[in-house]
Each structure stands twice: as structure tokens, then as C-alpha cells.
């Protein structure tokens, strides 16, 4: 899968939890989670639990720590994709 | 050492389900699983682990300099009692203390005694106070540093400090 379409996937999973309209209107891989969308910390494991259940695929933690901005998250999971 | 958060409970409660299948275990080790799991209140102790484990990571980020990093289940509690608790990470353990009340759990670290934190339900509200604890007669400002870690400016004093808002609650540690 393309990083844009898995950014593409990504962007409807975590849009639930976003408490900044238009920062998440303007969206790029370059986001971060909690400065950029203001998704609150807890939720931040809903995303990574929403990723796993979307992707098919199981998120360590050391992969997890990583899981803070846009980017950071769609090479985990591509990461994980390819090894599957 | 500095750091501190806090929980809105009401607000914890609609916007996260603890109970969610595989939730704990991306951030509780078995051991605080079965300190949540054997609690005759599951939700607070959940809360109080959590809040314990953000006060640290804020506390070991400003000692350490780390770059921002999402991983709770790094840092490792343990309870005292009612109050007070330890928080390990990578070798390191800080002490964290605990305010419960009905509607927000706060844990700040207790690394020194001469450290305060002041709860308020606005951050305006929360600059007053501080300006009256200063016993200053202008108000204090927030500031971030280019690394990100805040501060207050009252009159000529810059003052280190930490600050957390869920919900309703504002709460600041200096």
C-alpha cells in the first residue's frame, strides 16, 4: 500500500479524536497528534488500537512510542505491512 | 523535578472506554493491570496510574531532554498508599503524589517538597491565583520555551512550570 493511502486510511481513523477543526482540514504528514490535532493522550491509544484493527496488524511498543505525528505513524505501519 | 496532569473523570468517561479489548495492555504492565482490575473503583485507579505515568514522562522530559515519545507502558508504577506512589523509568523513579476528588484524579511529582500546584476551572482563573500567591500586582504570563516546556514570567521572575488541562480542570505545578 502507497503512503498516501494509508495516510488516507489514517486520517479517517483518527478524525474522531480530533479536537482541532482546521488543523485537521489541513492535514499533512507532517502532523502531529497532540500539538497539531490536540488529540487527547488517551486517545492516542484508540488510534493505535484503531490502526491495528483497520491494518490487520499488531503494534509493539517500541513501535507505538513513534506513533506522535502523521508520518511517524504511516512508516510503522507500512513497516508492519510489509513484514505481514 | 516538575510535572503533573490531571483527569476530568466525567470527561474521561465519555471520551475513552478503558474496557476496550486490548486498551489496558497497551499501557499497564500485568502487575498495574491487576492493581485497576482488583480496585473496588477499576476507572479511578486506571486514572491514577495513567496520571502518575504523564506527571513522570513530563518530569524525566524537561530532567532528560528526550524528544516527545508515546509510550505510558515505559513507565512503571508503584502505590504507597492512598496518596503516594513511585514511577520508574529506565532506571530512574520518581515520587508522585495523588489528589482524588469526586470529579478529577491529580498526580503531580513530589521529587521536592517545595514544590506547589494550584487547581482552577479556567486558565485565567489559575493566572489570578498564581498572581495572588506571588503576591504580585501584575498578572503572571504563560510562555513556552523553543523546546516546547512552559514557564511563567511574573514581573521580572521566570519561573519553570508544568501545566495540564482536561475538561473542566486546569492545574499548574510550580
Known amino acids: ?84 | 523535578m516538575i510535572g503533573n496532569d490531571i483527569v476530568d473523570l466525567k470527561k474521561a468517561k465519555t471520551d475513552s472506554n478503558i474496557f476496550r479489548p486490548r486498551y489496558m495492555e497497551k499501557v499497564l504492565s500485568q502487575n498495574e493491570q491487576n492493581l485497576v482490575l482488583s480496585s473496588p473503583n477499576p476507572e479511578q485507579r486506571f486514572w491514577r496510574l495513567w496520571t502518575m505515568k504523564e506527571s513522570a514522562y513530563k518530569a524525566f522530559q524537561r530532567e532528560l531532554n528526550f524528544k516527545s515519545i508515546f509510550n505510558p507502558f515505559a513507565f512503571y508504577c508503584e502505590l504507597i498508599d492512598l496518596e503516594n506512589g513511585l514511577v520508574h523509568f529506565e532506571g530512574n523513579s520518581v515520587k508522585t503524589t495523588t489528589f482524588n476528588s469526586e470529579n478529577y484524579i491529580y498526580s503531580s511529582v513530589s521529587y521536592s517538597t517545595f514544590t506547589r500546584s494550584l487547581i482552577a476551572n479556567s486558565m485565567e482563573e489559575l493566572l489570578q491565583n498564581l498572581r495572588m500567591e506571588f503576591g504580585e500586582s501584575s498578572q503572571p504570563e504563560l510562555l513556552k520555551l523553543k523546546n516546547g516546556l512552559p514557564f511563567i514570567k511574573i514581573v521580572s521572575k521566570i519561573i519553570p512550570v508544568s501545566t495540564t488541562h482536561h475538561g473542566l480542570y486546569f492545574a499548574i505545578q510550580f
Open chain 1, 1 to 84: 500500500m502507497t503512503a498516501e493511502a494509508i495516510q488516507d486510511k489514517l486520517k479517517v481513523i483518527v478524525q474522531p479524536y480530533v479536537n482541532h477543526q482546521e488543523n485537521f482540514d489541513n492535514l499533512t504528514s507532517k502532523s502531529d497528534f497532540i500539538n497539531d490535532l490536540q488529540i487527547n493522550s488517551a486517545n492516542l491509544v484508540d488510534v493505535v488500537l484503531d490502526v491495528e484493527d483497520e491494518f490487520d496488524i499488531r503494534i509493539e511498543n517500541d513501535d507505538m512510542e513513534k506513533m506522535i505525528s502523521v508520518e511517524a505513524t504511516v512508516n510503522v505501519i507500512q513497516k508492519k505491512l510489509k513484514s505481514k
